[in-house]
């Protein structure tokens, strides 16, 4: 019984010999790569390479920006004439005519007229309802889809 154990345990020992396990992989390449990417990421982060930072979008032009601005106060004139003829006066306020519109003031005149004044980033425009609207808006509508076909 002894002798059996003896035999195999030597079993054993000579088959764990055979079998080599491997030992911890060397780090310098894994040190090396996380250097590499460490170093790329400092690159991306601190320089902020021209390359890939797209142009900034110009302006449109002045003309586009006019066109725009007298379509939406042409917009605005419209809900406000449309509360006109629907309550025989001129809104107190702008918000009694819809929603107003973004960067458009109004000033009730009397309870016939009225200004409406707009504001865009380079242009200011008046108009008052003694004006025509029509000649208000006048090419505004060929204009922008000129400037945004031209772009």
Same mark, same amino acid.
């Given at each position: %019984?002894?002798?059996? &154990? ?37 690159? $991306? ?9 797209? /142009? ?5 032009? &002045?003309? &586009?920006?006019?066109?725009?601005? +007298?379509?939406? %106060? $042409? ?13 025989? +006066? ?10 107003? +519109? ?6 009730? =005149? /009397?309870?016939?007229?009225?200004? =409406?004044?707009?504001?865009? /980033? ?22 922008? =889809? ?6």
């Amino acid at each position: %019984m002894i002798a059996s &154990v003896l035999k195999h345990q030597a079993e054993r020992a000579e088959v764990r010999e055979s079998v080599r396990i491997p030992g911890p992989k060397p780090l310098l390449p894994q040190l090396i790569g996380l250097a590499m990417a460490t170093a790329v990421a400092v690159y $991306f982060w601190f320089g902020s390479p021209a390359w890939i930072e797209p /142009d900034p979008i110009p302006p449109p032009p &002045v003309e &586009v920006e006019v066109a725009a601005l +007298r379509l939406s %106060m $042409f917009v605005q004139a419209q809900a406000i004439e449309n509360y006109r003829a629907a309550n025989g +006066r001129t809104p107190a306020f702008l918000e009694e005519a819809g929603p107003p +519109r973004p960067g458009l003031t109004y000033r009730r =005149l /009397d309870a016939r007229t009225y200004l =409406l004044q707009g504001q865009g /980033d380079r242009v200011r425009l008046t108009y008052t309802s003694r004006d025509s609207l029509p000649a208000f808006l006048g090419a505004a509508a060929e204009a922008l =889809l000129s400037g945004a076909l031209n772009r």
